[in-house]
């Protein structure tokens, strides 16, 4: 870790690596159209490498709209809340009636993977990175097969320890890239830190989380008197 990085910012060491390797995987190239689903941490995150990356635009989808304001801020070309608009006719506007030519669903939420499948142009990749966990019904045909959809898991196990001939970028290289990217203030996590508690007040801070969605994104556990 970097003498002169805060240590709130290291804090964000571990799903800085998890976004790293997610939009790595995507294999982004300049100008293509992006799209994130679930603007929770992982998806601010994501919104951000993507723009380091050169994908434009990159859009973000997200029920709650301090999220989506957040995203925005943090560089988002555009936002939309998918229970007030019709997010399908809004992405085909943006990519000339295409689709997203890679879309990260970040939320977690197995209905967003479904959504991912339908907002992805044809030939396009969609990286799951939220680990969704439960069951849904997906239409291979239609949305995968039909379409030439590159799916891809994007889970952190899947890093190596050490190179490798085929996937040479390590869990420590994505680490210390991180840290690079923050000390160069190409990324902003100060922001995703919405509220700042002692450890002892762990508790609280999993209430905040669920209960109050739109206004608290990170909660930050001071960890110094322990």
């Known amino acids: 870790m970097p003498e002169d990085l805060s240590l709130e910012e290291a804090s964000f060491f571990a799903l800085g690596a998890i976004c790293l390797q997610g939009v790595r995987k995507a294999g982004v190239e300049i100008g293509e159209s992006a799209l994130v689903i679930g603007l ?7 919104v951000q490498l993507l723009k380091l990356s050169g994908a434009m635009p990159v859009i973000g989808l997200d ?8 995203a925005r801020k943090l560089g988002a ?28 669903e970040a939320s977690g939420s197995p209905e967003a993977v479904n959504l991912a ?15 969704s966990r439960g069951e849904t019904t997906v239409d291979f045909y239609r949305d995968i097969h039909r379409k030439g959809l590159h799916v891809i898991g994007a889970h952190v196990s899947t890093v190596p ?21 923050l000390k160069m203030r190409s990324l902003n996590v100060k922001d995703l830190i919405s509220v700042k508690l002692s450890f002892k007040d762990a508790g609280e801070a999993y209430e905040l989380l669920r ?5 608290v994104i990170g909660v930050l556990l001071d960890w110094t008197s322990a």
């Open 161 to 181: 320890e050490v190179e490798s001939f085929r996937y040479y970028w390590t869990l420590k290289d994505e680490i210390k890239t991180f840290f690079k990217l």
């Open 117 to 131: 499948f339908r907002l992805t142009r044809k030939l396009g990749r969609v990286v799951l990175l939220g680990s």
């Open 63 to 70: 029920l709650y709209e301090g999220r989506l304001k957040l």
């Open 40 to 46: 929770g941490l992982v998806g601010q995150l994501t």
């Open 211 to 215: 209960k109050e969605k739109d206004r």
């Open 77 to 104: 070309d555009y936002v939309f809340n998918p229970s007030k608009v019709d997010v399908e006719k809004e992405i085909l506007r943006l990519t000339e009636g295409k689709g997203a030519s890679l879309t990260i």
